[in-house]
């Protein structure tokens, strides 16, 4: 079956440390997207990507960064920068740059010790 | 621009109640938009869409929505809730000139027995 799979589903660091959170796709989608979810606030971009190789800063990119070097692959690393990273972190992709639907990956849940 | 705004957000039912949610939205050109479904610890799955075609939109799990253009509205219903509906309810706006939708806060839809 196609989908999202994001990995691991919980997870927890202590203060100061880096973290990658995995997200692939089996979909062929282009494009894939992270959002950070916070209760009460929906859902925020943090990061998006329209290709390979390529990714553009959403709405709240600060203590982030994600890297693009496949198509089916789009992690990202919470930085120590990163002051508040408790969070559920969602991967999403579309078929191609502008394709209206998102499909969803079953979301990271991170926790800060 | 565009935005989204989720009025109420959380929203109490009795089992074979009618289900309200409801969503305005403001667009300079014509929306797309959306509601997804989120379950407790997972992702966003895709309820229903609307992309110009028929102003009343069927989704899955009895759910529809309609396309009013007058009131900048796309809310969502359902005639007779059951406790698997229980869930936070998504609505977003997606403008043709934007590559990524704007999501609302979210509704958390409670259904008691």
């Known amino acids: 079956d196609g989908g999202i799979t994001q990995s691991p589903k919980y997870l927890f660091r202590k203060e100061g440390q880096n973290v990658t959170l995995s997200c692939e796709q089996n979909l062929n989608h282009d494009a894939m997207y992270w959002y950070r979810q916070d209760p009460g606030q929906g859902l925020r971009l943090i990061y998006y990507s329209q290709i390979v190789n390529d990714f553009q800063k959403g709405d709240i990119a600060e203590g982030y960064s994600v890297s693009r070097e496949k198509k089916e692959s789009f992690p990202l690393t919470v930085t120590s920068a990163q002051k508040n990273p408790t969070a559920f972190y969602l991967c999403?992709?579309?078929?191609?740059?502008?394709?209206?639907?998102?499909?969803f990956g079953p979301g990271t849940r991170l926790t800060v010790l | 621009a565009q935005s989204v705004t989720q009025l109420g957000s959380h929203v109490s039912v009795s089992e074979g109640a009618l289900v309200l949610l409801r969503c305005n939205y403001s667009s300079s050109v014509p929306p797309y938009l959306f509601w997804y479904v989120q379950y407790p610890n997972q992702g966003l799955q895709l309820l229903l869409k609307y992309t110009s075609a028929a102003t009343l939109v069927k989704g899955i799990n009895g759910f529809e929505a309609e396309f009013k253009k007058s009131e900048t509205s796309f809310h969502l219903t359902k005639p007779s809730a059951h406790m698997s509906d229980a869930a936070e309810y998504f609505c977003a706006v997606k403008s043709g000139g934007s590559y990524i939708p704007t999501f609302g806060r979210g509704t958390s839809l409670i259904v008691h027995p």
């Open positions: 999403a992709s579309t078929l191609a740059r502008g394709a209206d639907t998102q499909y």
